[in-house]
């Protein structure tokens, strides 16, 4: 299957300060990828769907200045939590498809970000 | 609106004793049906994807069938190692994302 890959996986940070999370498709182009969220066995909620070249697509509820996403290239995305909050505290996690051409449906995931804000 | 339901919550079984996880679904539209094995602090891996009702794929232990309505996925003889949170997701005919449900964690006592 297709490797997406994360960075970083874990971070801590102040409160009000801002993190950046990556994104990078390793063996093929996405040109779409996928940001979800996900709380103490809870399930993974979607944030936003990344577009290369052009603005995310966020979810009802998320917060498009507080969660900025940048899809400068086929094989990154990155999402950025501005001036986070002890509330933001989750795991984020990427993905995106295949690019093999030919369409299977199924996402690929990266490994996952822990954020602690104190 | 899509939804996904998923039951048990968390199911504990011993060693080499088989059993079923259960995913209901609606969706205007089924384009596909997603299956993902979760380790703790990780992200999900993917197992299985299901397009059809009467569709059955089976990979080791696992086995998967969906139906218009829900999914199950079968595991014969589990082994600890099988431990882990199992996530059913759905996409819907013209959308490009999936719903997740909220998983079953399987526990295999050796």
């Given at each position: ?20 999370i ?97 | 609106e ?21 995913c ?53 003889a ?20 999936m ?12």
């Open positions: 299957g297709a490797v997406v890959s994360q960075h970083p996986s874990r971070v801590i940070c102040k409160s009000g300060t801002s993190v950046k990556e994104c990078r498709s390793l063996d093929f182009q996405a040109t779409t990828m996928f940001w979800y969220r996900q709380f103490p066995k809870q399930s993974l909620m979607l944030m936003a769907t990344s577009n290369e070249g052009s603005k995310a697509t966020y979810e009802q509820g998320v917060e498009k200045d507080k969660f900025l996403i940048n899809h400068a290239s086929l094989t990154l995305s990155t999402l950025t939590v501005t001036s986070a909050h002890p509330e933001d505290s989750s795991f984020y996690i990427c993905s995106a498809r295949g690019g093999s051409g030919v369409y299977t449906g199924e996402l690929f995931f990266g490994e996952g970000s822990r954020l602690t804000v104190l | 899509d939804q996904v339901t998923q039951s048990p919550e968390a199911l504990r079984l011993q060693e080499g004793e088989s059993s079923s996880l259960n209901s679904y609606t969706v205007s539209g089924l384009r596909g049906l997603f299956w993902y094995r979760q380790d703790p602090g990780k992200g999900p891996e993917f197992l299985f994807t299901l397009y059809s009702a009467g569709e059955e794929k089976e990979k080791e232990r696992l086995k998967a069938t969906l139906t218009k309505k829900e999914s199950f996925l079968h595991i014969t589990p082994k600890p190692e099988d431990s882990a949170t199992y996530l059913c997701a759905v996409q819907a005919n013209g959308n490009n994302d719903r997740f449900g909220a998983g079953t964690r399987l526990t295999v006592k050796p």
